[in-house]
Structure formats: C-alpha cells, structure tokens
C-alpha cells in the first residue's frame, strides 16, 4: 500500500526558511509525480508545486515562485520542497500526494494518495 509522510515543518519567523520532506513508502518512487499542496484555515486545499517522474518537468503556484523549489531524490524516494523568503501567508497544513505511475508532465491535479501534512506557521 502506498504511504507517503511529510516532515520538516515548524515555526519560523517572516523571512526564514524551512525544507519540507516527503518519503513515500509500499512503491517506487521513481514511477510517481509528487505534488504539494496547502492548506490554511479555513481556505480550500491549494496547490503549491509538483514534479515529474523523471524531474524534467516542475510547475510552481504563481505565489511562491522564485521562493520555492522542488526536487526528488528518487534513491532516498524523498520529494523536498525548498522554502525560502517565507511570509505570514504561507502558515497552512502542507500536504504532499502522489499521481501515477505516470510519465507525463507534472500537473497539480488528480492526486490520490496523501499523506498526514505537516504544519507551517511563519510568524514573528
């Protein structure tokens, strides 16, 4: 059974930076698009970044371009998501999911295994 576990969430302060992790467990990794996405209270899921199978292809949420960045390292079956330049507004549940197996360009749709989501709150 797949099983994806995101990790790397705390508390920072405007301006900081964290790297969000997410291990996938009962597949190989290398046959999956990763995707993240956020939730903030009482706003619907969004989605945040993803990555192909084979990383030749990334796409970013207009608000965290040039702020983020997602790669894999298909070996540790790890996706990261590197957080920098944080702002108050990205405090949200950040959950990573898999699509697939697929060798298609990455999208932020039709996701369906998650995993538990680990909290970001960015605040002075």
């Known amino acids: 059974q797949l099983q994806l576990v995101e990790t790397g969430g705390g508390l920072v302060q405007p301006g900081g930076s964290l790297r969000l992790s997410c291990t996938l467990s009962?597949?190989?990794?290398?046959?999956?698009?990763i995707g993240w996405f956020r939730q903030a209270p009482g706003k619907e899921r969004e989605g945040v970044s993803c990555?192909?199978?084979?990383?030749?292809?990334?796409k970013y949420a207009d608000s965290v371009k040039g702020r983020f960045t997602i790669s894999r390292d298909n070996a540790k079956s790890t996706v990261y998501l590197q957080m920098n330049s944080l702002k108050p507004e990205d405090t949200a549940i950040y959950f990573c999911?898999?699509?697939?197996?697929?060798?298609?360009?990455?999208?932020?749709?039709?996701?369906?295994?998650w995993g538990q989501g680990t909290q970001v709150t960015v605040s002075s």
């Open positions: 990555i192909s199978t084979l990383e030749r292809d990334t």
């Open positions: 999911g898999s699509r697939g197996p697929t060798l298609q360009p990455c999208e932020l749709s039709g996701y369906s295994v």
């Open positions: 009962g597949g190989t990794m290398s046959f999956y698009s």
